[in-house]
């Protein structure tokens, strides 16, 4: 069976620090896709990222970046430089192969305060 | 490019009461999803519809959810009757094949 493990509940930062959102993860696939999403307060989840099992290389888009380690089975989640308009939910996601379900976990509630 | 559309966005009814959602998918999706979020949970899939076939419903409480994808585009999903526990965000997505799913504002869903 596949699971998603966020341990962290809520996050609170103050504006411009950097910030690391975990993301633990369990499946027997050998071929499987991680996703972040993001849920502002209007409640639509905003797709993020999709990494694929066979590619371990980070990633970087602007202040995000992302760190996929599979000998931890873990897809970590980094704001730099964080800002009030990052605040929201955020939900790591796991699937299998092809367009499959996606299994979420409970989602980390991240508040920037100013 | 528009993005996924349902409707309504919100709707109060009583237990026992039938109610249906609405979902429009993004243009040429072949692909499907109705998800369930309850307040502080993360989503969860009730059905996935590949063109106008079920994929998975394994999650889906049969005996009062239903949901259908006329000629592979919009799709309906019905609660009938509902229960307390059906008080929940219902989400939809569309994704072409092997790819990221992209999701509507969803409806927010009261049942008293």
């Known amino acids: 069976a596949q699971k998603v493990t966020q341990a962290q509940t809520e996050i609170s930062v103050v504006e411009k620090e950097d910030v690391t959102l975990d993301c633990v993860y369990e499946t027997r696939d050998t071929t499987y896709y991680l996703f972040w999403y993001k849920q502002p307060p209007s409640g639509e989840l905003v797709f993020l990222i999709r990494r694929n099992s066979f590619d371990e290389q980070n990633e970087i888009s602007g202040r995000y970046s992302w760190n996929f380690q599979k000998s931890t089975s873990s897809f970590n989640f980094t704001i730099t430089a964080s800002q009030v308009v990052d605040s929201a939910v955020y939900f790591c996601a796991l699937s299998g192969r092809g367009a499959q379900k996606l299994v979420f976990g409970q989602g980390t509630r991240l508040t920037i305060n100013p | 490019e528009a993005g996924v559309a349902q409707s309504p966005r919100y709707k109060i009814i009583e237990k026992r009461q039938s109610v249906a959602f609405w979902c429009n998918p993004i243009?040429?999706?072949?692909?499907l999803y109705w998800y369930q979020q309850i307040l502080g949970q993360g989503p969860k899939l009730l059905i996935q519809f590949q063109n106008n076939g079920v994929v998975d419903d394994s999650q889906l409480p049969k005996d009062r959810f239903s949901a259908e994808r006329l000629k592979g585009v919009d799709s309906t999903l019905k609660i009938q009757p509902a229960k307390l526990e059906d008080s929940a965000v219902y989400l939809c997505?569309?994704?072409?094949?092997?790819?990221?799913?992209?999701f509507g504002p969803g409806t927010r869903l009261t049942v008293t």
């Open positions: 243009s040429g999706h072949a692909t």
């Open positions: 997505a569309s994704s072409p094949l092997d790819s990221e799913q992209y």
